[in-house]
């Protein structure tokens, strides 16, 4: 079975950092594009960014683009995403996510979600 | 951008009865959405992708219908354990990938 894992989530000021990792086993990682998507207390689903299997191509939704860094060490298995300059509204679960082969299209698997809160 | 539509927000629907769920989309996205199921703190599990293609191990009361701009997930018998949030998903444009705002189906 495939296994995503997230870790990285906590309490941060606005204007901070913070890196979320998501640890995949159970498949060949580097076979795969990977998603973040997020969902904030009490609301729906918002994709934020992805990355393609070998890490050439990248992308990232306009509420973040310029702030998060997607990235990923295939020799660890291991998705990242780099989020500076918190903002209050980025408070959320983030999810990391699995796309099936070959093409960025849906998302078949999913971790359990790390929360991310920025206050003051 | 395209946006997705669900429609209604909330369905109130009685345990063995059918639960039909619908989504638009702002233009044609042909049938590239994908339909997931969320329960309380629990992550998203995807049901039905290419919007009639059920994923491993999902029940055949489970079914995904429409293309284009209009699509219908239908439960044909509810059961305790598909009262739920139900997401839909496009992924014909992208980035970005976008879903809709959900409908949460409950016990009537």
Do not use: H
């Amino acid at each position: 079975e495939v296994q995503l894992v997230e870790s990285g989530g906590g309490l941060v000021q606005p204007g901070g950092s913070l890196r979320l990792s998501c640890a995949a086993s159970v498949f060949t990682f580097s076979s795969y594009a990977m998603s973040w998507v997020r969902q904030a207390p009490g609301k729906g689903l918002e994709w934020v960014s992805a990355i393609s299997g070998r890490g050439t191509n990248t992308y990232y939704a306009a509420s973040v683009k310029g702030r998060f860094t997607i990235s990923r060490d295939n020799s660890k298995n291991i998705l990242y995403l780099q989020m500076n300059s918190l903002r209050a509204e980025d408070t959320a679960v983030y999810y990391c996510a699995k796309a099936p082969p070959s093409v960025i299209a849906y998302f078949d698997y999913w971790g359990q979600g790390t929360l991310v809160t920025v206050s003051s | 951008e395209i946006v997705m539509t669900q429609s209604p927000a909330t369905l109130s629907v009685s345990p063995g009865e059918r639960a039909t769920l619908s989504c638009r989309a702002s233009q044609s996205i042909s049938n590239n959405l994908a339909w997931y199921q969320q329960k309380p703190g629990q992550a998203p599990r995807l049901l039905i992708y290419g919007a009639s293609t059920r994923a491993t191990g999902i029940p055949a009361r489970f079914s995904g219908s429409g293309s284009g701009t209009e699509f219908t997930l239908t439960i044909s018998s509810l059961q305790s354990e598909d009262f739920a949030v139900y997401y839909c998903q496009q992924y014909n444009n992208w980035p970005p990938w976008t879903f809709g705002q959900g409908t949460k189906v409950e016990i009537k």
